[in-house]
Every structure is written in structure tokens, then in C-alpha cells.
């Protein structure tokens, strides 16, 4: 069985600072790792995500996420936010490929001016 | 092409009255899942589907049933609802076949208030 734990309920962060949102899984099998992001009054959608190869990815919006093995975690990280970053943020695991999709328990990121 | 569609998008309950929530999605998906989302618990898997005509249990799965009569839609029934069911309700669907496509979609949303 896979499990997520994210390990901050809320992020408060000032405009152009650094973010860290921090996120680890436990899985007996190999997995995907996500992040999804999840704006007020609406649904989400995905930010990024680690399927193989490559441990760092990227989003289109200057995030990323590393996934690293040894230490089973998939933080994701900015290094400049804005305001217009602010929302919810969904780190999820799948068992590979048929796997059901489990989430961890959000990240409120709030950035202020 | 609409993606994930939920209905309805807002419902109030009584007390053990019922109801059921569609989802409908037009990508050909073979995965579907419900979730309830509440404050500071994440999203909850009720429960989910690998296929037409087959369901399964997720983590949080009483007071629920589900149907997959046909591939595009997951149906989320509440047989006699209860005050703790009050969450915002989410569906997604993936597919799962494709490594590149494994991502699950979701749908906007249905925010039930049982009283």
C-alpha cells in the first residue's frame, strides 16, 4: 500500500522568496510521484510530475520537484514566487502503471506582497 | 472537449435522504475515481474503477456505492446521507495503459452540505 505525508498544513511566504513544500511517500512498489495544484473554487490540476529517468522535473511555471529515491521524497521547490501562486498544493503517489491514485493531505501556500 | 464533468455542483441534503452524483468523461479513460475533500485531511479515496462494469473500495468507502454501467460515467450514490458526509466531492479519471498519460484528470467539483 502507498501513503503520503506532506509535511506543512500552511506555507506562508512573502513575493519573490524561495519555497520549499515538502512531501514524502512510502510505497513497496515502484510509483509515479505528482503535484497537483488546486486554486479556490476549483478543481486541480496536475503541475508536474515523475513517471522515470530524469529525478528533477519541471512545470511550465517555474516549479519543480525532485524525486530522490533513498530518502522517498518529492519535495517541490520555486525559486521566486508571486502572488498569483497562491493556492492549494497536492502531493500524490500511484503504484506504477494500474496503480490507484493516493494524495497527501495539502499544502496551503499563501504569498504575500 | 469537456474533460471531466461533474453534477450537480452544489446540493443540499436532509438527513437521510439520498442522492446520486455523475460523473461523465469523454477521453476514453479506463480509470475513474470519486474523492471527498475535506479541511485538512487532503482527498479521500471513496471509492474507484479500473474498467467498466468493475468498482472497488478506496480508504473512506461507508455510506457509499458506486456503478459503472458504461465506461464514461461513475455514478456515487449516498443511500441515506449523514451530516459527516458534507465535503466537496471530486471525481477523476486516468489511463493508466499509457506511461506518458498516467496523470488523472479531474472535474470541478460537487459541493454537498447534508443538514
Known amino acids: 500500500a502507498q501513503s503520503v505525508t506532506q509535511l506543512d498544513s500552511q506555507v506562508p511566504v512573502f513575493e519573490e522568496a524561495p519555497v520549499e513544500l515538502r512531501c514524502n511517500y512510502s510505497s513497496s512498489v515502484s510509483v509515479y510521484l505528482f503535484w497537483y495544484v488546486q486554486y479556490p473554487n476549483q478543481g486541480l490540476q496536475l503541475l508536474l510530475k515523475?513517471?522515470?529517468?530524469?529525478?528533477l522535473v519541471e512545470s511550465i511555471n517555474g516549479f519543480e520537484a525532485e524525486f530522490n529515491k533513498s530518502q522517498t521524497s518529492f519535495h517541490l521547490r520555486k525559486p521566486s514566487v508571486h502572488i498569483s501562486d497562491t493556492a492549494e498544493y497536492f502531493c500524490a503517489v500511484s503504484g506504477g502503471l494500474g496503480g490507484k491514485l493516493i494524495f497527501g493531505q495539502g499544502t496551503e501556500l499563501s504569498v504575500k506582497p | 472537449n469537456a474533460g471531466v464533468t461533474q453534477t450537480p455542483k452544489f446540493r443540499v441534503l436532509k438527513t437521510g435522504q439520498s442522492m446520486t452524483l455523475l460523473c461523465a468523461q469523454d477521453m476514453n479513460h479506463e480509470y475513474m475515481y470519486w474523492y471527498r475533500q475535506d479541511p485538512g485531511m487532503g482527498l479521500r479515496l471513496i471509492h474507484y474503477?479500473?474498467?467498466?462494469?468493475?468498482?472497488a473500495k478506496g480508504e473512506v468507502p461507508d455510506g457509499y456505492n458506486v456503478s459503472r454501467l458504461k465506461k464514461q460515467n461513475f455514478l456515487l450514490g449516498l443511500e441515506s446521507a449523514a451530516p459527516s458526509q458534507t465535503s466537496v466531492y471530486f471525481c477523476?479519471?486516468?489511463?493508466?495503459?499509457?506511461?506518458?498519460?498516467?496523470?488523472?484528470?479531474f472535474g470541478q467539483g460537487t459541493r454537498l452540505t447534508v443538514v
Open positions: 477523476a479519471s486516468s489511463y493508466p495503459g499509457q506511461l506518458m498519460n498516467t496523470e488523472a484528470f
Open positions: 515523475y513517471l522515470s529517468g530524469s529525478t
Open positions: 474503477s479500473v474498467g467498466e462494469g468493475t468498482t
